[in-house]
């Protein structure tokens, strides 16, 4: 996490298990199959911008995606899935924006 100028960024890592895998600044938590709570310790002034990518072996994730289903100041809530239905997956993600 660093906070620059009033900008923040925030990046990490997730376990499929919902655990973190690296990063500060953020809680993480699985609440169902495939769908995963972030909350900042830092909240934003605005709704920031979340990028998330798979994470994880080529011959695991190579048919796996993530989608941000919600923001608010504070954290957001991804899912990661297979091409038909939710499934545990690992991911990284970036989130920036000001405080």
Do not use: L
């Not at 002034?45 to 504070?74: H, L, Q």
């Amino acid at each position: 996490m660093a906070i620059i100028e009033k900008h923040q960024h925030i990046y990490g890592g997730v376990w499929e298990s919902g655990e973190i895998r690296f990063g500060e600044g953020f809680k993480s938590r699985k609440i169902k199959e495939g769908t995963y709570v972030i909350e900042f310790a830092q909240p934003f002034a605005k709704i920031p911008a979340p990028v998330c990518t798979i994470n994880g072996y080529e011959w695991k994730t190579f048919d796996k995606s993530v989608a941000v289903i919600e923001i608010w100041e504070g954290g957001f809530i991804c899912t990661t899935s297979s091409p038909k239905m939710p499934m545990d997956c690992a991911f990284t993600f970036i989130v920036f924006g000001d405080v």
